[in-house]
């Protein structure tokens, strides 16, 4: 998505260890303008797709993944990363997190994701794809059906994407990163 890739070309900083910050409009500072321009992309790439959920995790997942539900008029989940005490009748795993190296656990309350649902899974990002997996593993647990996951930028490099295609699942990226040398940003055309 061009608005996107050249929004990351402009304000996208490296980091060592292969991190992009975005904080300037994705995850600290939020440009709603973009935020909504990459729902609306959302909707039209998964507009074949059998949808009645968008499922994200907490934080950074939360604003693309609620303008993808404003569009498409259907709830929106987030995934909490950690076990609230009120909360019964969870399901929960494990992930490992790339950025902060430590693992924590992912959990969502039956009640919102259950058999006969069709799952549209958005996040701010697909790295090595753990978060992902968690999220597959949840949606398997619940008996629910992923349709498909969105996300707003692939680190290509850290070969995530990979891994989710190779299992069949329809896996949809804004922008795709195939490298941070040398703090140079090379997005995919
Ligand atoms: P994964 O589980 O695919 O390795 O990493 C995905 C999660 O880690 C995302 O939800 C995101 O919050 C965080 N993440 C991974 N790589 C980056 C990055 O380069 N920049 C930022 N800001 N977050 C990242």
């Keep these: 998505m061009q608005a996107l890739k050249e929004r990351i070309l402009r304000d996208g900083k490296c980091f060592e260890g292969g ?3 975005v904080d300037n409009f ?16 959302f909707v039209r790439r998964f507009s074949g797709s059998d949808i009645n959920k968008v499922l994200t995790i907490e934080a ?18 987030f995934a909490k990363k950690k076990k609230p005490s009120t909360m019964e009748n969870m399901l929960s ?7 902060k190296n430590n693992t924590y656990d992912v959990c969502v309350c ?7 649902d069709k799952v549209l899974f958005i996040d701010d990002f697909l790295a090595n794809g753990n978060a992902a997996k968690g999220i ?21 490099f850290q ?20 490298g941070l040398e ?8």
């Design 182 to 189: 040398d703090c140079r940003i090379k997005i995919r055309d």
């Design 26 to 41: 994705i995850n600290h500072q939020m440009d709603p303008i973009l935020m909504k321009s990459m729902a609306v992309e």
């Design 110 to 116: 039956r009640d919102y994701l259950h058999p006969g």
């Design 60 to 77: 950074s997942g939360i604003a693309p993944a609620i303008m993808v539900g404003y569009l498409l008029e259907l709830p929106v989940v």
């Design 159 to 178: 070969h995530g994407g990979d891994e989710l295609r190779a299992m069949g699942i329809r896996v949809e990226s804004l922008a795709i990163i195939d």
């Design 93 to 99: 795993t494990q992930v490992f997190s790339f950025t």
């Design 136 to 156: 597959i593993d949840l949606v398997r647990q619940s008996g629910a059906e992923l349709s498909g996951m969105g996300f707003l930028i692939e680190k290509a």
């Design 19 to 21: 991190i992009l910050k």
